[in-house]
């Protein structure tokens, strides 16, 4: 499919455990960016990547890590989760840094931590 | 650092009228871009309209026109006859152009409207 996807859409899963959500543009977009959304909130950025093998830390990377092999891919691990991590994850992609281009948001993983 | 304010919690507004969704941005960059999302309550991000700083005119879509007041800081989204499927959660945003922010984007706390039948 073309755009941007992510996998899971939905995860459950215990505090302690590791997680990853996978994140995959179809566009060869430069930019690729990780966010967190709480509930009733805006989005706050995690870690964001300029190329592949470029990453750089957002507002709140604490507890997460990103890699990014290739061009397509920018997964996001969770270490050892939390409850406050308890959230819903964006992840977006961009042409370019300027500032005249928009991102393009997947459809978001509900991430739930008990 | 850079910082979106919106400052409207929650909007309603009466179909077919028009709605103004406040915006209001703290940045040193000269060069930066503003946006405007649609997040509807099925959850995904839409993009609608962007304002270059360097832009004169101020940008318009279709229904939707960005009143951008420079010297304020202010990008004020403006959506006009409302529709009920305008309902939803707005997000402003600014991406800086240069710098240590360069490429990353900050966004508000959104305002959700309600468009009233």
């Known amino acids: 499919d073309a755009g941007i996807t992510q996998s899971p859409r939905y995860k459950i899963t215990e505090t302690g455990r590791q997680v990853t959500l996978m994140c995959h543009q179809t566009?060869?977009?430069?930019?690729m960016f990780w966010y967190r959304q709480d509930l009733g909130h805006g989005l706050r950025l995690i870690y964001y990547?300029?190329?592949?093998?470029?990453?750089d830390k957002g507002e709140v990377p604490d507890g997460y890590v990103v890699s990014r092999s290739k061009t397509e891919n920018f997964p996001l691990t969770l270490e050892s989760a939390t409850r406050s991590q308890t959230s819903v994850y964006f992840c977006?992609?961009?042409?370019?840094?300027?500032?005249?281009?928009?991102?393009?948001f997947g459809p978001g993983t509900r991430l739930t931590v008990t | 650092a850079q910082k979106i304010t919106q400052t409207q919690p929650g909007m309603f507004v009466q179909e077919k009228e028009a709605v103004t969704l406040d915006c209001t941005y703290d940045?040193?960059?000269?060069?930066?871009?503003l946006f405007w999302y649609k997040q509807p309550s099925s959850g995904e991000m839409i993009f609608l309209i962007y304002?270059?700083?360097?832009?004169?005119q101020n940008a318009t879509e279709g229904r939707y026109s960005l009143n951008f007041q420079k010297a304020r800081k202010s990008a004020n989204l403006v959506i006009s006859a409302s529709q009920l499927g305008d309902s939803a959660m707005y997000f402003c945003?600014?991406?800086?152009?240069?710098?240590?922010?360069?490429?990353?984007?900050?966004f508000g706390d959104g305002t959700t409207l309600t468009v009233k039948p």
């Open positions: 977006a992609s961009s042409e370019s840094s300027g500032t005249l281009y928009e991102q393009y």
């Open positions: 566009w060869s977009h430069s930019y």
């Open positions: 990547s300029a190329a592949a093998d470029i990453t």
């Open positions: 940045t040193s960059d000269q060069s930066y871009g």
């Open positions: 304002q270059g700083s360097y832009d004169e």
């Open positions: 945003a600014m991406r800086e152009g240069f710098g240590t922010n360069a490429g990353k984007s900050t």
